[in-house]
């Protein structure tokens, strides 16, 4: 037997050789779709989250997010001049789509082809300017938003570009990039949703006449599809189907896997059905099917080579849309609401106050801005790592949960504090249908229960633990000599990881985390400490849920389900450090930063606790809780003081306010309920003391007066004000009264 370990063969023999036995027994089977999505993807900031002593100077030293010359001009340019010309009051209650001319629009100006390289005539732009006209698009329509990301998101262009044959890339690329093929991808059956793997559609390699060509190997399909967006308007169908080969005329196998394929949808047995109505948001989304349907061997994205590799195939590629599409079109959610939300308490008025100075409408307001700069962190920091030519599959799937369920927070809080203007639609309601449109960011591209619960921990634990893959490795491979040396390295790199985090977590514990060196300053500096000692007993505590749990753990979701929250919002955290820094630790953004790392703190406090309490085994949880919070749970919630100065910056213009809304589509005419609100929020701020000298020297004042001209002549005649401050609150007054209207429709809501 050769040896890793020369000088010790009794630890092979003796520990190393038991323990893999007994691992083989213990370990459950691992499909081949399962271990194809482990394979796929790269791990990045999460192993170093996973380590227990992140090296904080890698994510510090990443280049800052910014747009090239060439993307920004298009943003300035194409983008803001179709943000102009959508009105999406227009397309959702009116017309139930786009106008022909918005569509003509997009495909002229080349927006499906954003991840198309110009050598195809494509505009190669980065994930971060694809993420950035995405998250603006959707400040505007959703509708149209969702339009121009799945083209470049999972679909043809993408597998093209990452799989397919020289002939396919040269005939679909330009053809794509040019707006000639509007694209969709097929993944989802009705019996096969979550569990993508399962997919019931198939396809048999077969031979027929094709095209008035005799015997051509080829596959015979058959599929039934739904929820495939741009489906009722595509004309080449990507399509996912399980393979099979009876007759072998492609080899010895007869089930060949999953395959992906291009499909002109007019070739004969395609049909595409009619429309889905997703909550009332009017992308084109629909079912189709195909019976019988011949294709030629070579329509397989790839050719011949990737026949039964599809499933890897898209395991790769979803990192990257859910890494850029979702969170932007989420980011693009949190922009909107704080602007608007933030302007609209200003402006409107109740009990003679701002209603954004109500402590209770403050608690919304912090967490709007406050949600709305994580997103914006995690959105952007997430987009370097994919320009960076990494695929993080884990990171991907922590953003997609998080920045959709962020989505959901900051909407519903900016309707709360709307009240009725919020849910009465119409042309002015700008948050209605992103409030319709939550549950379907929370569905699509892996439906959030199972995301957090299966690949955000489930998937993360194995492919980004130091050791886990090494050893689930080491049982998987066939020579039993090789097998024995690469897990006896794998199990004692492990045993000393494993040491190391148990006694670093006590030791942090009780130190309050102030012996970690970390090379910076306040406010960052404790923060980066405590997210060292809580990687350390996250890492503990994921390898004794193993331990403990075994292949039994991805059934025990209310636990992988919170070891999973601590890894996303010690990423999250990461990404608000990396953001401040990045943007020159601006003193009016403290609050922001200190409101959220606070907030991801007790978070990751709270989800250990949960995951204490579901540990199986008592002892279990006394010596792990000692070990993890040895002096009790001392991080606490953003304090309502640390709220009251977020919620000022979202109802005061100043640079921070301009920074945590930058990207947002801001009208410059008031024809748009966003472009009232910018006009009457200086106006409203100008008048706000003459206002206030009225109130309090005027505190007789009643009805008799008149309304507000009453008002003034009483100021003007007691010399409480003067005529320009008069006309000042005339303005303001004026501006106010079109912020506060609220659509009213006719009887048949015409």
Request: glycine fraction near 8%; hydrophobic fraction near 40%.
């Amino acid at each position: 037997m050769s040896q890793s370990n020369p000088g010790q063969p009794w630890r092979l023999r003796l520990i190393s050789e038991p323990v893999l036995k007994l691992f083989r027994r213990v370990t459950p089977g691992m499909s081949q779709t399962e271990r194809e999505a482990l394979d796929a993807g790269s791990v990045w900031w999460d192993g170093e989250l996973f380590s227990g002593r992140p090296d904080w100077k890698k994510l510090r030293h990443l280049p800052a997010p910014k747009l090239s010359e060439e993307e920004q001009a298009f943003l300035n340019g194409p983008v803001e001049t179709l943000c102009r010309m959508l009105n999406d009051w227009d397309i959702t209650h009116e017309r139930h789509d786009l106008p022909p001319e918005v569509w003509r629009f997009i495909k002229q100006n080349r927006f499906f082809s954003m991840i198309i390289p110009k050598s195809y005539g494509g505009l190669e732009f980065s994930a971060l300017a694809h993420s950035t006209v995405v998250m603006k698009v959707a400040t505007r329509s959703i509708t149209a938003a969702v339009t121009i990301m799945v083209p470049n998101s999972l679909g043809p262009a993408k597998l093209l570009l990452e799989y397919g044959t020289e002939a396919q890339k040269n005939y679909y690329l330009p053809r794509l990039a040019a707006g000639e093929e509007v694209p969709c991808f097929a993944l989802t059956s009705p019996h096969a949703g979550s569990d993508a793997g399962a997919i019931p559609d198939y396809g048999i390699v077969c031979r027929q006449d094709f095209d008035g060509q005799s015997d051509v190997l080829g596959i015979r399909l058959n599929w039934e599809k739904r929820y495939i967006t741009l489906g009722p308007v595509a004309t080449l169908l990507g399509l996912a189907f399980k393979l099979y080969d009876p007759e072998h005329l492609l080899g010895d196998q007869e089930h060949l896997g999953i395959t992906l394929a291009l499909i002109p949808t007019d070739t004969p047995g395609v049909e595409i059905g009619r429309r889905h109505l997703p909550l009332d948001i009017v992308f084109m989304n629909g079912p189709n099917s195909g019976k019988d349907v011949f294709i030629p061997l070579d329509w397989i994205i790839g050719g011949k080579d990737r026949v039964g590799q599809g499933w890897r195939m898209l395991m790769e590629c979803l990192a990257d849309g859910r890494g850029i599409s979702l969170p932007a079109l989420s980011t693009g959610a949190g922009k909107l609401a704080s602007r608007t939300v933030g302007g609209y308490a200003r402006i409107r008025r109740q009990f003679k106050l701002p209603i954004g100075r109500f402590e209770g409408v403050e608690e919304a307001l912090a967490r709007i801005g406050a949600y709305t700069y994580m997103m914006d962190a995690a959105r952007s920091l997430t987009a370097v790592a994919l320009d960076r030519g990494e695929k993080p599959s884990v990171i991907s799937a922590i953003v997609k949960y998080h920045l959709t369920e962020g989505m959901r927070q900051v909407i519903n809080d900016g309707m709360d504090v709307l009240g009725g203007a919020g849910i009465c639609l119409g042309p002015r309601n700008l948050l209605g249908r992103a409030y319709q449109s939550i549950p379907i960011s929370i569905t699509v591209e892996g439906a959030n229960i199972l995301t957090r619960t299966m690949i955000i921990f489930g998937q993360g634990a194995i492919r980004s633990h130091p050791w886990i893959f090494k050893e689930l490795d080491a049982i998987g491979e066939a020579d039993p000599d090789v097998s024995l040396e690469k897990f006896d390295r794998a199990l004692f790199g492990h045993m000393s990881f494993y040491i190391s985090n148990l006694f670093r977590s006590l030791w942090h514990a009780l130190t309050g985390s102030h012996f970690i060196f970390i090379k910076a300053k306040r406010p960052t500096r404790r923060y980066y400490q405590h997210l060292t000692r809580l990687s350390a007993a996250f890492a503990l505590c994921t390898d004794v849920s193993i331990m403990t749990l075994g292949g039994s753990l991805k059934r025990r979701e209310k636990i992988s389900g919170r070891l999973g929250d601590i890894l996303s919002q010690m990423y999250l955290a990461s990404a608000a450090l990396k953001r401040f820094e990045d943007q020159g630790r601006p003193r009016e953004d403290q609050a922001l930063l200190h409101w959220v790392c606070q907030h991801c703190l007790y978070e990751i406090q709270t989800a250990f606790d949960g995951l204490l309490q579901n540990l199986p085994g008592r002892w279990n949880t006394i010596w792990l809780r000692w070990f993890i919070f040895p002096l009790g749970q001392h991080f606490k919630a953003p304090s309502d003081k640390l709220g009251h100065q977020v919620a000022r910056l979202l109802i005061n213009p100043s640079a921070a306010r301009d920074r945590l809304t930058e990207g947002l589509y801001i009208p410059d005419s008031l024809d748009n309920q966003l472009g009232l609100i910018e006009d009457a929020l200086p106006k409203v701020i100008a008048a706000e003391d003459a206002e206030r000298r009225l109130r309090r020297e005027l505190k007789d004042y009643t009805p008799d007066y008149h309304g507000l001209e009453g008002l003034l002549a009483a100021g003007l005649k007691q010399r409480i004000i003067s005529e320009n401050e008069a006309q000042l609150i005339r303005i303001a007054d004026t501006a106010r009264a079109e912020v506060i209207k609220v659509d009213d429709l006719a009887p048949d809501l015409t």
